[in-house]
């Protein structure tokens, strides 16, 4: 019992030091200023869009359509689809669109080996790469807001993701929590001078040292922690453009989500794992503060992962009579809540998000399914099912 006491104690002490660092950055984020990057150069940037996605036929066409959608001149950027296991009809519509198409298959396929099967074959010169899943839909300025960050210095750009959909409780909630990150892992970290996190779409990135990163990566899941490390290993910083949206569909349903936080648990473990020494290599032979932040955010718990500890020692704490454990574990859990208000819009204080709430404790139960998921997903492309919005 003592054993487990101290296992405890250690846990929640973990748990207790990612809370305090979300506590500071979504405190940060306060300080983020929207138009830092915007230069007011006309000079037009070519641009290449790519849009992976493995058997996306029910999105890709209105995506493709919203792609070409831009406040931004026709002949400085190109929509790119690279399709994978795509029906023939699906196909056949997008070759009525004027974008180009880019067939792959793999034995086992992921995002990264799509990108980079044509990245290799690409042969039209590009100023920036930017990435969107099969899913998203760009606001008609997101195009000019990423060229006037370029024209400003800016290498490497994450825009703001952002909800397509909150037609479910499940997606209500997946939605908040997209902007609770864009809160402490952009905002936040950016204000201070930190570089942001990257989702693995809606990033816009210098083309050739886009081509280069992506050159070292092979993962089923998460390439784009890989290539946030492969970014700070070249010292380059990324910013985020709070004023340049990218929707994002959400899932509505538990058991996408079971599927997908797998794939991203996944993801962050595995980065953790290969990653977290290098960090304190390169903090102490190269002073890269960036690269040593990024692997401190691998090693901490998901937020989901977080509430989830705070909750079992809080319980359990609560039925033994431990009345130190019960006022440790309180502390950090109100400090959590703290965190999760300060990091949240005021457009989710509602009736509708606080329906949404009732609705946690299966979307929890379903994220903990997930942890036994983990394995499968660092060895096969677990899909994310989208479906078109309406």
Known sequence: MNVFLFLLWILLGYVGLGVLYGLMFSSFAFAYR????????VDYSKIAVFIPGYMEDQVI??????ALNQKY??????????????SDSTLDALREMPISIEKVSFENSSKARSLNKVLGRIEKKYDLALVLDADNHMNEDVLDRINRAYQKGCKSIQCRRIAKNADTHTSVLDGLGEEIYNSIWRKGHVAVGLSSAISGSGMAIQYELFKECMAEIDAFSGFDKELEVQLLLRGTHTTYLENAHVLDEKVRQNAVLQTQRARWFASQFSAAKKFHLMGWRELLKHKNVDLFNKTVQFVLFPRILSLMSILFILGFSLFSGLEQLIFSSCSILFLFTLTMSFATPKSYYSLSTLRSFAHLPSIILALFKSIFMMKTA???????????SH
Do not use: G
Not at 61 to 66: G, V
Not at 73 to 86: E, G, Q, R
Not at 378 to 387: A, G, I, M, Q, Y
């Open 378 to 388: 660092k060895s096969k492309f677990l899909n994310t099912t989208h479906e078109e």
């Open 34 to 41: 929207k138009d830092r990057w915007q230069a007011p150069t």
């Open 61 to 66: 066409i209105s995506t493709a359509e919203s």
């Open 73 to 86: 001149p026709k002949t400085s950027y190109d929509v790119i689809v690279i399709a994978d296991s795509f």
